[in-house]
């Protein structure tokens, strides 16, 4: 396989780098002003909370990204998907979900587990609210690597924390409002005022709607566009000083969606007669053959049944018109010939409540949270434009219950779920004068969700209609109305002064789960074959089509690290770390058909060695902050789409190695400049025979996966910004910002075939923004992203062989352009 010789070339460069950045940072800050250098004020100290209690970002031994307020809106970072721009080996799929160093969400199935632990305030959230925009934040934590002492379970790829702002004891207020293209309307705010001295109170809310960045061709329908956005979220922060050793935090957030918004817009097929779509070689804008799809079932294998309902479809419907002329589909990223309008409708309750008492040297805090969220999503699973595919008007049976007569052929997907979390977390962190201190704690989750996914087929649901057969059976059904969740843990870490430039870590963690779930899967092909006539009496026991899974699992996590801070002539201040880690992220229950032979899959273990350097300079005006690592897999989760649609979750050994490079720059008052690389190199390390497509009838025998890279793995990537402000007349500021995002060529899939490689992609966004610096009340600004209007394919999936096994391609946003107004009050 193609890869990047990473051992030599990561050793050489990280050796030679600091001292090259060294030296040009003292020859830049020689040459200039000096009436410029003692008016900058250097870079700021940002402060975050890796370990449980707070120090600053260059003393904390890991690699870790922060941004504070200020620096998300410099850099535009509105919701999670905006994080890959910003932070080194860092990818986040179209469903929110994140990719760190090649490490993520690889198992499919509805007791699975995230790899990265996604928190707000510190409380961790086992379903990820990745539908909600960034507002009123004070800081977002990027810990990169296996967390598995301090957080422990399910972050072997990492942690992101959001850390929203707090209430504080004066009057302030603000509003903002973004006018964007498609119709773009944004709002953020918030009002903070004390109630008495001892009660502080913070609201904040946000808003998003604009319409769908893709437009449909199909004919006869009542839409334009989809995949849009109409969304709000409400929040309430509270903190009771209820003396001067004890505070509590009480934290209220409110989400809502209801849009047109698609998990899938459009589809890559290249038409092959037997298998719907054969994508081994090249990817098209063709629409699977239908003699081996959804639309084959009236006129094939059901082809009785719905005879004798006086129901028939036209062969071949999608590539042809009535008069048999050939149908055009449009090769258009931005263009769907998509016939059925989504919609997604979520909401989403986070209450949390965190008291913190300070005895002196000890501080106790507990954090009490409780997490609920539903959704429900519908959307165009044939992705073609059905209309006269009927020759006789039929009932189809829509996922809302309306039943219509139509001679329109639609499948529709329906995916649902919802999930309640209730989370308790004690802990004491030491604040001891002495060479030792340590954090000490115990957690407790209990975990309840229900997933549901459901195929519409036009013809099987008007047999339904008629009561030919059990409701339940007019669709294709994956089931899931029952996953538990309980585990708990005890951690400790503690943290060691060898002498004042030296301190060692140790921690360690214990971890218990246990996991039941009840699924089932069912389709009119379980009553299978039907007779004319004898269909009507069909007996079938829904009740006997669930089967039941449970698994325990347990284990020790931990690590062990230092941290030295030398005293050197050509840095401020500089630290050498290196940490050995073990990582682990909970086993599962292989959902439906596939529980009988394999019944669980194994937990994934990551043992990391990670070593790096965090350097100031040129009196704090340049920060080098340069990582490597290597992980060792043992029993990485992977999953996939069988051919029944089912999925199945195994293990494989795999590694991870790569190198991170964060810099920086504040030469001169005004001026920012900010530069990341990264490189990565994953390869599977053990034999493991699979077949890239399970289902294929034509015989595609298995391949052997070792060798391959991991999905979501590019090689490298590179993220440049520069910022310039500077004073205009009578108290005003302006300033400017550029930056682009270039990503390598990644892999889909694990199994590393040619159509699942993606081309490598870049994007580039620029932004002015005005400020109103003597009173600090308006701030003006003018955006745009994407700014070249780049369609590259940042995801691609694979669908079952329902639709003849097309891939699903995830599209950057289109440019998008606008202005942003915000007014503080006073």
Same mark, same amino acid.
């Given at each position: 396989?193609?890869?990047?010789?990473?051992?030599?070339?990561?050793?050489?460069?990280?050796?030679?780098?600091?001292?090259?950045?060294?030296?040009?940072?003292?020859?830049?800050?020689?040459?200039?002003?000096?009436?410029?250098?003692?008016?900058?004020? =250097?870079?700021?100290?940002?402060?975050?909370?890796?370990?449980?209690?707070?120090?600053?970002?260059?003393?904390?031994?890991?690699?870790?990204?922060?941004?504070?307020?200020?620096?998300?809106?410099?850099?535009?970072?509105?919701?999670?998907?905006?994080?890959?721009?910003?932070?080194?080996?860092?990818?986040?799929?179209?469903?929110?979900?994140?990719?760190?160093?090649?490490?993520?969400?690889?198992?499919?199935?509805?007791?699975?587990?995230?790899?990265?632990?996604?928190?707000?305030?510190?409380?961790?959230?086992?379903?990820?609210?990745?539908?909600?925009?960034?507002?009123?934040?004070?800081?977002?934590?990027?810990? !990169?690597?296996?967390?598995?002492?301090?957080?422990?379970?399910?972050?072997?790829?990492?942690?992101?924390?959001?850390?929203?702002?707090?209430?504080?004891?004066?009057?302030?207020?603000?509003?903002?409002? #973004?006018?964007?293209?498609?119709?773009?309307?944004?709002?953020?705010?918030?009002?903070?005022?004390?109630?008495? #001295?001892?009660?502080?109170?913070?609201?904040?809310?946000?808003?998003?709607?604009?319409?769908?960045?893709?437009?449909?061709?199909?004919?006869?329908?009542?839409?334009?566009?989809?995949?849009?956005?109409?969304?709000?979220?409400?929040?309430?922060?509270?903190?009771?000083?209820?003396? #001067?050793?004890?505070?509590?935090?009480?934290?209220?957030?409110?989400?809502?969606?209801?849009?047109?918004?698609?998990?899938?817009?459009?589809?890559? /097929?290249?038409?092959?007669?037997?298998?719907? /779509?054969?994508?081994?070689?090249?990817? =098209? $804008?063709?629409?699977?053959?239908?003699?081996?799809?959804?639309?084959?079932?009236?006129?094939?294998?059901?082809?009785?049944?719905?005879?004798?309902?006086?129901?028939?479809?036209?062969?071949?419907?999608?590539?042809?018109?009535?008069?048999?002329?050939?149908?055009?589909?449009?090769?258009?990223?931005?263009?769907?010939?998509?016939? $059925?309008?989504?919609?997604?409708?979520?909401?989403?309750?986070?209450?949390?409540?965190?008291?913190?008492?300070?005895?002196?040297?000890?501080?106790?805090?507990?954090?009490?949270?409780?997490?609920? !969220?539903?959704?429900?999503?519908?959307?165009?699973?044939?992705?073609? #434009?059905?209309?006269?595919?009927?020759?006789?008007?039929?009932?189809?049976?829509?996922?809302?219950?309306?039943?219509?007569? +139509?001679?329109?052929?639609?499948?529709?997907?329906?995916?649902? =779920?919802?999930?309640?979390?209730?989370?308790?977390?004690?802990?004491?962190?030491?604040?001891?004068?002495?060479?030792?201190? $340590?954090?000490?704690?115990?957690?407790?989750?209990?975990?309840?969700?229900?997933?549901?996914?459901?195929?519409?087929?036009?013809?099987?649901?008007?047999?339904?209609?008629?009561?030919?057969?059990?409701?339940?059976?007019?669709?294709?059904?994956?089931?899931?109305?029952? %996953?538990?969740?309980?585990?708990?843990?005890?951690?400790?870490?503690?943290?060691?002064?060898?002498?004042?430039?030296?301190?060692?870590?140790?921690?360690?963690?214990?971890?218990?789960?246990?996991?039941?779930?009840?699924?089932?899967?069912?389709?009119?092909?379980?009553?299978?074959?039907?007779?004319?006539?004898?269909?009507?009496?069909?007996?079938?026991?829904?009740?006997?089509?669930?089967?039941?899974?449970?698994?325990?699992?347990?284990?020790?996590?931990?690590?062990?690290?230092?941290?030295?801070?030398?005293?050197?002539?050509?840095?401020?201040?500089?630290?050498?770390?290196?940490?050995?880690? !073990?990582?682990?992220?909970? =086993?599962?229950?292989?959902?439906?058909?596939?529980?009988?032979?394999?019944?669980?899959?194994?937990?994934?273990?990551?043992?990391?060695?990670?070593?790096?350097?965090?350097?100031?300079?040129?009196?704090?005006?340049?920060?080098?902050?340069?990582?490597?690592?290597?992980?060792?897999?043992?029993?990485?989760? %992977?999953?996939?789409?069988?051919?029944?649609?089912?999925?199945?979750?195994?293990?494989?050994?795999?590694?991870?190695?790569?190198?991170?490079?964060?810099?920086?720059?504040?030469?001169?008052?005004?001026?920012?400049?900010?530069?990341?690389?990264?490189?990565?190199?994953?390869?599977?390390?053990?034999?493991?025979?699979?077949?890239?497509?399970?289902?294929?009838?034509?015989?595609?025998?298995?391949?052997?996966?070792?060798?391959?890279?991991?999905?979501?793995?590019?090689?490298?990537?590179?993220?440049?910004?520069?910022?310039?402000?500077?004073?205009?007349?009578?108290?005003?500021?302006?300033?400017? !910002?550029?930056? +682009?995002?270039?990503?390598?060529?990644?892999?889909?899939?694990?199994?590393?075939?040619? +159509?699942?490689?993606?081309?490598?992609?870049?994007?580039?966004?620029?932004?002015?923004?005005?400020?109103?610096?003597?009173?600090?009340?308006?701030?003006?600004?003018?955006?745009?992203?994407?700014?070249?209007?780049?369609?590259?394919?940042?995801?691609?999936?694979?669908?079952?062989?329902?639709?003849?096994?097309?891939?699903?391609?995830?599209?950057?946003?289109?440019?998008?352009?606008?202005?942003?107004?915000?007014?503080?009050?006073?």
């Amino acid at each position: 396989m193609p890869a990047i010789n990473l051992k030599n070339s990561m050793l050489s460069i990280i050796a030679l780098l600091p001292f090259a950045f060294s030296t040009l940072a003292q020859d830049v800050a020689q040459a200039i002003d000096e009436k410029k250098k003692k008016e900058n004020a =250097g870079l700021e100290v940002i402060e975050v909370t890796a370990q449980k209690r707070v120090t600053t970002l260059q003393e904390t031994p890991i690699a870790i990204s922060a941004f504070n307020g200020a620096m998300l809106e410099d850099q535009d970072i509105q919701d999670s998907a905006d994080m890959q721009f910003a932070v080194p080996n860092v990818m986040v799929t179209a469903g929110g979900d994140y990719s760190v160093r090649g490490v993520g969400d690889n198992a499919v199935s509805s007791s699975a587990d995230p790899g990265m632990g996604v928190h707000i305030n510190g409380v961790y959230l086992s379903v990820n609210a990745s539908q909600n925009e960034f507002y009123d934040v004070q800081s977002i934590e990027v810990l !990169r690597g296996p967390q598995g002492t301090l957080f422990g379970r399910n972050t072997t790829a990492g942690v992101v924390n959001t850390i929203t702002k707090r209430p504080s004891d004066i009057f302030e207020a603000a509003i903002t409002t #973004d006018i964007a293209n498609y119709n773009g309307l944004r709002t953020k705010g918030y009002l903070n005022f004390p109630i008495s #001295d001892s009660v502080l109170q913070r609201f904040a809310f946000s808003t998003v709607k604009r319409d769908g960045y893709s437009e449909t061709v199909a004919r006869d329908v009542d839409f334009d566009t989809l995949d849009g956005r109409d969304q709000w979220s409400l929040r309430s922060s509270t903190i009771f000083e209820f003396s #001067d050793n004890a505070e509590g935090f009480l934290f209220a957030q409110y989400f809502r969606e209801h849009s047109d918004r698609s998990v899938s817009v459009g589809v890559l /097929c290249k038409a092959d007669p037997i298998l719907g /779509c054969d994508n081994s070689e090249t990817l =098209g $804008y063709e629409y699977p053959n239908t003699s081996f799809t959804d639309g084959s079932l009236a006129n094939g294998s059901l082809a009785g049944l719905f005879a004798s309902l006086g129901y028939a479809t036209r062969p071949d419907f999608y590539n042809t018109n009535l008069d048999g002329s050939p149908r055009q589909y449009p090769n258009d990223p931005r263009k769907v010939a998509t016939d $059925y309008q989504p919609t997604f409708n979520a909401e989403d309750l986070l209450l949390s409540f965190e008291f913190n008492y300070d005895f002196g040297d000890y501080v106790f805090t507990s954090v009490s949270a409780y997490h609920d !969220r539903d959704n429900e999503a519908h959307r165009d699973f044939d992705n073609g #434009d059905g209309a006269d595919a009927m020759l006789v008007a039929q009932t189809l049976l829509l996922p809302e219950g309306r039943s219509e007569p +139509t001679t329109r052929h639609s499948t529709t997907r329906t995916d649902s =779920g919802a999930s309640k979390q209730y989370s308790q977390e004690f802990r004491v962190a030491s604040y001891l004068e002495g060479p030792f201190n $340590y954090t000490a704690g115990a957690f407790y989750l209990k975990y309840e969700g229900e997933s549901l996914i459901r195929f519409l087929i036009p013809e099987v649901t008007a047999v339904a209609a008629f009561k030919a057969i059990p409701d339940e059976l007019g669709a294709f059904t994956f089931e899931t109305p029952e %996953v538990f969740t309980d585990s708990w843990a005890v951690f400790t870490e503690g943290y060691y002064d060898v002498t004042e430039d030296l301190t060692l870590t140790v921690g360690i963690r214990y971890t218990e789960e246990e996991k039941s779930t009840k699924t089932r899967t069912y389709s009119p092909l379980d009553i299978y074959p039907f007779a004319p006539g004898s269909y009507l009496t069909s007996d079938f026991d829904m009740e006997s089509t669930y089967k039941f899974g449970d698994g325990e699992w347990e284990e020790f996590t931990g690590k062990v690290g230092f941290g030295y801070t030398p005293d050197l002539e050509m840095t401020d201040e500089t630290l050498f770390f290196g940490t050995l880690s !073990r990582g682990y992220k909970g =086993g599962g229950i292989n959902p439906g058909a596939s529980e009988s032979s394999f019944p669980t899959f194994d937990p994934e273990y990551i043992n990391a060695l990670e070593v790096g350097t965090k350097n100031t300079m040129a009196d704090h005006t340049f920060q080098a902050n340069i990582t490597a690592f290597f992980y060792k897999y043992d029993g990485l989760q %992977v999953g996939g789409i069988l051919g029944d649609g089912t999925t199945f979750n195994t293990n494989v050994d795999a590694e991870v190695k790569g190198a991170e490079f964060e810099f920086v720059a504040a030469p001169i008052d005004g001026l920012r400049v900010n530069l990341n690389l990264s490189f990565l190199d994953s390869e599977v390390i053990e034999d493991f025979l699979t077949s890239p497509d399970i289902s294929s009838p034509s015989g595609s025998g298995p391949v052997n996966l070792k060798g391959n890279s991991l999905q979501y793995s590019p090689e490298s990537s590179v993220q440049f910004g520069i910022q310039y402000s500077h004073e205009l007349s009578d108290g005003w500021e302006i300033s400017y !910002r550029a930056q +682009t995002y270039w990503q390598d060529t990644f892999y889909s899939r694990l199994y590393n075939i040619k +159509t699942d490689k993606q081309d490598s992609w870049s994007q580039s966004d620029f932004s002015v923004t005005v400020r109103d610096i003597a009173d600090e009340t308006w701030e003006f600004e003018l955006y745009v992203k994407n700014a070249a209007d780049e369609a590259s394919i940042t995801g691609l999936g694979v669908d079952n062989s329902l639709v003849g096994r097309y891939r699903t391609p995830t599209y950057l946003d289109p440019r998008t352009y606008g202005v942003r107004v915000t007014y503080h009050f006073e």
